[in-house]
């Protein structure tokens, strides 16, 4: 088995210059490198560059796959949108770490499974499908940070006794990119679903042009100065979404409603309690699919025996009519149709027993046979089904 390794980077908030681009090529002559991006992929060897590096310098996400099981997802989000001291909230350990860079903070997921625990040959739009979720982060959306600190429990990398961090709004229905998310780190669904138990739902509606307008024409010259400054200036793609998280952490009664950042107040369970709760759920889910499979099969069961009942007593009204259709079967000479032919015989049988005309059906398989005995096929075939000598004895 060859390896496989898959390395994307991606930058978001602004396109790599040329003389970055540059530099990158030193790194490998065969990466796919853009503006915004770079994708290598290698069978033998390994990529020259320190991912955590180019991340700080060049790039606001990175992902890494390997056929043996190991996954690593970077993003990288201004300090002045996602603040070092509520992510530390939620990285806990190696399975999830942050550091602050110069004006940026770097979020890191690992997992490492072993080998034969996890397989995936194509890493190609697993980050297109993610990065979505960064900029739900940016808005002050605090799932992606919960599910994170949610796989350090999953990991044991959380001591039992700990308690949850805030638990933010929505857990039950994830955006596509945080299901993504999910499946990339491997959480557990019923971990997820026990989690979100203690999450409230997000409200999802958008300030109108007039709340905005509202809401800026109440600003402080100095602050609407401070704005159009940075913005001739060349300022950063994401100053309209700084400006948001500021409008909605000034126009809204409490985060929990706004959806924007997670109430401390609500929850508070233990890595302990999240995973005796998951097992429980799972084990219920556990008991209902096997109920559910049982009563599947029954109902298949019931199906077939009074698909059996129609169809032996219909031979039954036939009577010889039965015999002599088994007889033009087997004069085809076709392997198709000798299956027919012993299937007819095995509910003939069946109806022999039932009504006391065993001997008699012993009596005629035995002609039959004889008369056939040249069509080894057949014989096999009746031999299989219970139609052979025993019978006759």
């Not at 996954?71 to 999830?96: F, G, K, N, S």
């Not at 034969?116 to 605090?142: C, N, Q, T, V």
């Not at 700990?162 to 955006?175: D, I, K, N």
């Not at 669904?189 to 409200?203: G, H, I, K, P, T």
Request: with cysteine; net charge negative.
């Amino acid at each position: 088995m060859s390896e496989y390794q898959y390395y994307e980077f991606l930058a978001v908030d602004r396109p790599l210059a040329a003389d970055e681009m540059t530099r990158l090529r030193s790194l490998s002559s065969r990466a796919r490198i853009t503006s915004t991006s770079l994708v290598v992929s290698y069978n033998y060897g390994d990529f020259r560059g320190d991912p955590r590096q180019l991340v700080e310098r060049h790039f606001d996400a990175f992902l890494y796959m390997a056929n043996w099981g190991t996954r690593q997802l970077l993003i990288r989000l201004p300090r002045t949108l996602l603040a070092a001291e509520t992510v530390q909230q939620y990285c806990v350990d190696e399975t999830a770490v942050t550091w602050s860079s110069g004006e940026h903070v770097v979020l890191d997921y690992t997992c490492e499974e072993e080998p034969g625990g996890y397989w995936e040959e194509a890493g190609e739009g697993w980050l297109a499908s993610i990065i979505p979720a960064r900029e739900d982060l940016a808005r002050g959306d605090l799932r992606l940070l919960y599910l994170g600190w949610l796989f350090a429990v999953q990991s044991e990398a959380v001591a039992d006794e700990e308690h949850e961090p805030p638990v933010p709004p929505g857990l039950r229905e994830l955006t596509g990119s945080l299901q993504r998310f999910v499946e990339f780190l491997g959480l557990d669904e019923d971990l997820v679903a026990v989690a979100a138990q203690a999450s409230c739902d997000r409200v999802t509606r958008e300030p109108t042009a007039a709340d905005l307008a509202t809401w800026v024409s109440g600003l402080l010259a100095e602050d609407k100065d401070t704005v159009l400054l940075r913005l001739m200036q060349g300022g950063p793609a994401h100053l309209g979404t700084e400006l948001l998280r500021r409008f909605h952490a000034e126009t809204t009664a409490g985060a929990g409603t706004a959806g924007v950042d997670g109430d401390a107040s609500v929850g508070r369970r233990t890595a302990s309690e999240l995973l005796s709760a998951a097992d429980a759920l799972h084990a219920h889910r556990q008991r209902q699919a096997e109920e559910e499979a049982a009563r599947e099969q029954a109902r298949r069961e019931r199906a077939a025996a009074e698909a059996t009942a129609r169809r032996r007593a219909d031979l039954v009204a036939e009577g010889d009519g039965a015999w002599q259709r088994v007889s033009q079967l087997i004069e085809t000479k076709k392997q198709a149709e000798y299956d027919v032919a012993v299937a007819i015989l095995t509910d003939l049988h069946a109806i022999g027993r039932e009504a006391d005309g065993v001997e008699a059906f012993g009596t005629r398989i035995a002609g039959l046979r004889e008369l056939h005995a040249r069509k080894p096929s057949l014989i096999a075939r009746l031999d299989s089904a219970g139609l052979g000598p025993a019978l006759l004895r």
